[in-house]
């Protein structure tokens, strides 16, 4: 090698060496930073709240209202801005074979049917190529799911691929890219209707009844959820309450299950680009992963809304069977029934 040469292969050295090493220290203070930022978050949330319960409000209140929207919206995307530079840091360590946080180089960590991240992806799929990646870890292909459900695969849930057409799949769209967004809730935009739902009331005032428009569901909805009755797929077409969530760049819902104030099924239209929507058994730490295609309808009763959480896995790319496939716009559409009326807040 030349001495020109070799001073430049040195150099490129020393630069990975330094990338590296930042790469390190930002994923070390990321989870920090990430974490403040859901606290900032959470703090402007508390504020919406209050302003909220300061009854009727002039100008003024409209200002600060208006403040905490904007500041809201800074949040989200400090966080959906943090959650990629974190999946970029996990990229960037993973290409260089470097060991990720708290882990050695060992053998994938398994748990339950589950194997933690924490070591390279490619290192994953090495051992397993079909692996499948969810909100808790990867999972090997007998626990995905991505055609028509069998009830062995979680009691009570039901999926139906392709179950709405192309035109009602537009009407839809066309009705809530019609209508505001309420922007309360995290980073993704939200719509409800029917009845409003506040996630951090637990019990009484959990529920209002909307005012018109958005006192009844969205265009066409019951036409689709007469045919799922038709078809045997549900027992009653009648639902009190929609909550339409609209995720982009990666972004997700955290595990969790339906309030317990809803009735026994809860129906999800999935519109856009597909989804993982993954499912832990609360019980038994078992993992399950359903690929939500576009169009497709999912029903949760019995055990599937009761005994196991879901939750949307949020990544810019999901890792669906060994394959990396691209992540668009997802927008779904949530059907519940009230079952417990002692929530709802007085008229
Ligand atoms: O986007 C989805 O399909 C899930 C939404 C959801 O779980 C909820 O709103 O409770
Ligand atoms: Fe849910």
Known sequence: MGG???????????????????MAVFQEVLPEAVSKA??????????VITSEMISAGGDDLDEVRQAVQEAQKAMGEA??????KQASARRHLERAGAPQKNEELG???????????????????????????????????????SSASVDSFIPGLVYL???????????????IEAATWDGDNKSRRTQQYGYGFHWRHRHSNALVKLEPPRDAMPACSEAILERL??????????????????????????????????GEAVVGFSLRDRAIMDFRCIRSGEVRA?????????????????????????????LWRGSTLPRGHRTSLTFRSIADWGVVAEA
């Not at 020109?4 to 150099?11: C, P, W």
């Not at 859901?38 to 504020?47: F, G, I, L, Y």
């Not at 709405?164 to 066309?174: G, H």
């Open 38 to 47: 859901n606290a900032a978050e959470d703090a402007v949330e508390k504020a």
């Open 229 to 262: 009755v038709r078809d045997g797929h549900l027992a009653s077409s009648a639902f009190d309450q929609c909550i339409v969530n609209d995720y982009t760049g990666g972004q997700g819902i955290k595990a969790h299950r339906d309030r317990e104030f809803f």
């Open 79 to 84: 966080r959906i801005f943090l959650n990629a």
């Open 161 to 175: 691929p392709g179950f709405l057409t192309v035109a009602e799949e537009q009407e839809l769209l066309a009705a």
């Open 107 to 145: 053998e994938p960590k398994q748990q339950g049917n589950v194997i933690a991240f924490g070591i390279p992806q490619v290192r994953a799929l090495k051992a397993d190529p079909k692996l499948t990646a969810t909100s808790c870890g990867y999972v090997a292909e007998e626990y995905t799911l």
């Open 4 to 22: 020109f040469t070799k001073i430049r292969a040195e150099q490129g050295e020393k630069q990975k060496a330094l990338e590296e090493r930042d």
């Open 290 to 318: 359903v690929l939500l295609e576009p169009r497709s309808v999912l029903i949760l009763t019995k055990d599937a809304r009761w005994s196991w959480q879901h939750a949307i896995t949020p990544a810019p790319t999901l």
